[in-house]
Structure formats: C-alpha cells, structure tokens
C-alpha cells in the first residue's frame, strides 16, 4: 500500500528561500538605483516611510493589479512578512494616504526620465523597427468640480519589443500636435520606422524624423483637405485602368479570426509618377503615397475603408503594408491592455501629478510582464500569478531589470 507523499526535503526548501530572499535584495537595489534621482517630495520631519520603500512597494502592487492607493496599502499587509526581508519598511507599510501623498507631488518628468533610463537599460538599442506613436486619453481623470480636463498621453510603442520607450503628457489646451515634437526629441530613432495617425501629419514632424535619420508613414486624412482630395482623386482615376503605365507596387492580405475575415489590397506609387502634389516641397524626404483598401466580412455585414498615407521610404507594397499593420500594435499592445486590464478609464485618480505617475505605474507593469516569457499566459494570467507566486514576482523582475546576459544569473529558483 502506497503511504503517502514524501515530506519536503527541508533543507533544500530553507536554502530556495534564502537563494530568493538574496535574489529579492539584489533586484530591489536595481530598482532604487534606476529611480534614484527622484527627490522626495515631503517635508524631511514628516518623512516616517522611506521613499524608496513606498516606490517598490507601488510597483510590486500595480505588477500584481493594483489600481488605485487602498490596493496598493493591501498588497503590502498580505506580503508584509515577504517584504521586510529585502525592504527597510521602519514603521511598517504606508497606508493608503500616504502613497497618494506622494504619487501626487512626485515630479512626472523626473519619473519618466527614471523610466526612460530603465527602458535604455533593457534595449541598448531599438534598432531598425516599427515605432508607432499614438495618443490616449485617461477617461477617469477628469474633474468637473474644478474645470480640469482628462489627462491625454502621447506614446511611442516599441512594436518588435512590446514595450513603452517613453510618453509625453498633451499641455492643457492644446493636442498631440506640439507634443508629439517632444516625445520624439526624448527618442534615439535613427533607423526606424516612425508611423502616426492624421493628428500627427504635419510638415515639421515628418521633417523632425527625417532629420533624426528616420523614415515615416504619415496617415493622410481630411485634415489635410486641398492634398487629401487630391491624393483620393488620383488614386480612384488610376484604379479604373489597374494603374496601367504608372509605375507602382501592389501587394493584398488576407487574414482569418474572432469570426470575421478581412483582405487589404496595398498600392504604393513614387510621388514622381503624380502631378505635383499640394506644397509638396513642404514634405521632407517625401517619397511615396500609398492607398489601403480594407475589406472586412463580418457575421452580419461588409464594411470598405480606404486609407491614405504619405512615405519617405522606397515603393515596396509588401514592407508598406507591414509596417502600417504594425502601427495597430500600440492600440492591441498597449491602450487594450491598459483599458482590460489595469482598468485605466475607470481610475478616478485626478489630484495633482497622481494620474500621470500612476500612469506610468501601469506601463511600467506592461513593460515587465511582456518582458517575462517563461510564463506563457496573458498578462491578466502573469499578473494574478505574481499577486500570489512570491517567486514569480522576482522572475518577473529579473526579466525587466537585467539584459539578456543577466537574466539568468538573476532568475529565481
């Protein structure tokens, strides 16, 4: 008769945990050089909890799903037992008041330096890829009581990496116009592929890419009416007769899923094979326009669009077509993620510099999950684990705070 199951071999459980608790130690001092240059903002007499402490914590918390102040105070009385091992928590954990007190006066732009930093860490260099930049707004953000609007962010999505490089807050009364400008000066972009919707198709953005060594797909919408009806105009005139004697190149997709199928039809033309265009001199490096044609089979009905965009690389259908459908990485990747996820437009968090820091609490959290791969889950199913896996949040943070090289001597056991 089969006794039973054997008992744990005690010692080589003691010496897992000691190996996880040096693991912990080291991570953790990782993390507090990468966010050392973030000043404490609170009056030195007031300071009962250790800055550093409060920003671990916070994002331990927000890895494991935490939304808002109170999650973040219950994540460290569940692993308070597993936290003061490796943190110095003096008077224990910092109550819901306290991280909101800090995340509201902490500098963003510090922060996001910090994360910036971080990110340069991980990737030494981005290399020849698609980045697409796009906005989001913070729906919960808003306060009507003083007149505040939401808070809107600029993005760049590395799409080869799944990662933020870097986000830019759009000053009050304005848009990602000016912004976009200053996302891009904080970016290292020699050799990629900058894609951007209609908002951000002006002269001196494709320009400030093509300086920066850079190529761009610029979408090409009504906001550009005189070159748009031009552009729509000469395509559908060309159509008609396949494009005959016109120098073009032409390439069709067609992909299948969630119950629907959709067939893109890419035409790409050199802009010498076009009248001359609407200030096109205006348009640095400008090479080539290019006309999508989506098709989409639904259960229940057909839909076409039609889009445009301007290019400064070679006609080349195929590598077009690529990179455009690359550009809805940042909405799948990124804004999906953080709406399902983290539950972003549902967060009521809008005093002070709390809804862009805890913001940027959350794409760091994206950062770090897409970064750990052993766990072949969604992120929803990492986060949960590491809520609950103590082992796995250091695996998850092994992955995000060292290269490649590293990871291995860091990953937990």
Known sequence: MVSGFKSPNNSLAKN???????????LTEK????????????????????????LIIAILSVIAGARGW??????GLSKYEWLEQFLKLPEGIP??????????RINPLVFEQCFRRWVESIVETVGAQVIPIDGK?????????LGKTALHLVSAWSSQHRLVLGQVKVADKSNEITAIPALLELLDIAGCIITIDAMG????????????????????KANHPTLHTQVKDWFEQHLQGGFSGITHSYDQRVEKGHHRTEKRQIWCVPVSQLPPLHNQGDWAGLKCVVMVVRVRHLWNKTTR??????????????KLGQAIRLHWSVENGLHWTLDVTFNEDACRVRTGHAPQNLSLLRRIAINALNLEQSFKRSNRQKSNRAAMDNNYMLTILAACLYDNHDVSKASCQ
């Open 70 to 75: 109170e999650d973040m105070e219950n994540y």
């Open 201 to 220: 198709t002006q002269t001196a953005i494709a320009s400030q890419i093509f300086q920066a060594k850079a190529d761009y797909i610029l979408a090409l």
């Open 95 to 104: 109550c819901a008041d306290t991280f909101r007190r800090v995340f509201e």
């Open 16 to 26: 897992s945990k000691v190996l996880s608790i040096a693991n912990a130690t080291t």
């Open 305 to 318: 669009e039609v889009q445009f965009y301007l290019t400064s690389l070679d006609c080349d259908a195929n």
């Open 137 to 145: 707004t913070l729906k919960g953000s808003y306060d009507r009581a």
């Open 31 to 54: 993390m507090e050089s990468i966010f050392s240059e973030i000043k404490d903002p609170r009056v030195k007499r007031n300071r009962v909890h250790l800055l550093t402490d409060i």
